[in-house]
């Protein structure tokens, strides 16, 4: 289970771009399910939450694993900071693309998809 709080810390980024704008303004806040297996867990049983106020959760299995602050930055990334794991790094940077109801997550080695829950 610890494990899979490292993909969202798989690739760590000091990097943020200014002046850019977001693809996923308006489209990212909400609650995802995963659709395929992420880390070892069993496909449905990872949520990942963009909350309104800025801050992230992931869960397992109904256990919180990861939470963070969020911020979108240029085009499909988004920046974690103050992240809360397992792991001693407190930043990442993955790319979420959203299409619709489905978000793809892409981070340095791996590629997981998430469907919005209703």
Known sequence: ?????TFVIACVLAL???????????KIQ??????????GAPPGTVTAEFKTDGTFQM????????????KLGSGDYVNFSDVQSNKPEKNAR????????????????ATYQFTRDK
């Open 59 to 70: 869960s397992a299995l109904g256990m919180s694993v990861l939470t963070a602050k969020y």
């Open 94 to 109: 993955v790319k979420i693309t959203i299409t619709g109801e489905n978000m793809t997550w892409v981070e340095e080695k």
């Open 16 to 26: 943020t771009c200014t002046a850019c704008s977001s693809n996923n303004e308006g």
């Open 30 to 39: 909400g609650k995802w399910k995963s659709t395929g297996t992420v880390e």
């Open 1 to 5: 289970m610890r494990r899979t709080a």
